[in-house]
């Protein structure tokens, strides 16, 4: 079996820093991925708001660097969470992030990159072809 996505999409609201009881960071972050395309002689617009679960690192940097309105690439494997709410059997399917890549504004060029293995310093101001990831 094989399960990777990868979305382009902005926050729409502030990432939510968490923690587990044994101290992991867990970042949630909904993201809005709009997908454009012709209808007829008109074109129409798709949004989907999507849940993505950060972990470790990545989730702290993601709570630091970004907010909402900013552009994300993130890319990761799909998962349902099945639970009962009030009798009602409910379930969402959300993505779980491998890495997070900020990306820029529509005014400015560059990217920066956050993988679980960075430090606790700010992302990189421009990546080059050098790098693994």
């Given at each position: 079996m094989f399960n990777k996505i990868i979305l382009i999409g902005n926050l729409t609201k502030d990432p939510d820093v968490r923690y587990t009881p044994g101290g992991t960071p867990?970042?949630?972050?909904?993201?809005a991925v709009t997908s454009k395309y012709k209808q007829g002689d008109e074109m129409k617009e798709d949004t989907l708001f999507i849940d993505a679960v950060v972990f470790g690192k990545q989730a702290e940097s993601c709570g630091q660097y970004l907010s909402k309105g900013?552009?994300?690439?993130?890319?990761?494997?799909?998962?349902?969470?099945?639970?009962?709410?009030?009798?009602?059997?409910?379930?969402?399917?959300?993505?779980?992030?491998?890495?997070?890549?900020?990306?820029?504004?529509?005014?400015?060029?560059?990217?920066?990159?956050?993988?679980?293995?960075?430090?606790?310093?700010?992302?990189?101001?421009?990546?080059?072809?050098?790098?693994?990831?």
């Open positions: 867990v970042t949630t972050m909904r993201l900013n552009p994300v690439l993130v890319e990761g494997r799909l998962r349902e969470r099945k639970w009962e709410s009030e009798g009602t059997q409910r379930s969402k399917v959300e993505v779980i992030t491998s890495s997070v890549r900020f990306l820029p504004k529509r005014e400015s060029r560059q990217a920066s990159t956050v993988d679980s293995g960075t430090s606790d310093t700010a992302p990189p101001d421009e990546i080059s072809d050098l790098e693994p990831f």
